[in-house]
């Protein structure tokens, strides 16, 4: 929990979101209140991570793990959790860019909702760090793809 290994158990109501929790969180422990707090779920299996967005469910997270997992929740103060908004010209195309030029944060969050969230897939591309089973990271390259629909037998 923010730069330290303090361990907590919490009452988590059924309906927290990972914005509510992390709130609570920062109350109960006399944080500085930010928006930046947020959740990161470490997958013990996967020796995988990724922060949870303000709206999920932690319960519905929790259940998909299953019983003795070793997974946990981390909350952290992410300074670049809104970075993408503030400073769009790191992460996006100089077309998408022609588009937000000297809009206000409101209108940024628009064009990057109906851009790049809404019921087509996003374009991807970098570099995707991840910790192999002897715990040592390997970096990889990831590039656009999109994949419409499907099925599993």
Avoid at 57 to 70: A, D, E, P, T
Avoid at 84 to 109: T, Y
């Amino acid at each position: 929990m923010a730069g330290g290994s303090l361990i907590k158990t919490v009452r988590v109501e059924r309906s927290f979101s990972a914005w509510d929790l992390c709130l609570s969180l920062v109350l109960k422990n006399n944080l500085p209140l930010s928006g930046n707090w947020t959740l990161v779920e470490h997958l013990e299996h996967a020796n995988t991570e990724r922060t949870l967005e303000d709206h999920e469910i932690v319960m519905k997270v929790y259940k998909s793990w299953g019983g003795n997992s070793g997974n946990k929740l981390c909350l952290v103060n992410d300074e670049k959790k809104w970075q993408f908004l503030e400073h769009p010209e790191i992460f996006f195309s100089e077309k998408l860019l022609d588009r937000v030029r000297g809009a206000s944060r409101d209108q940024i969050e628009e064009v990057l909702t109906q851009e790049y969230f809404s019921d087509k897939a996003p374009p991807i591309e970098g570099y995707l760090h991840f910790k192999d089973l002897k715990h040592s990271w390997t970096r990889k390259i990831f590039f656009t793809a999109f994949i419409w629909s499907l099925l599993l037998h």
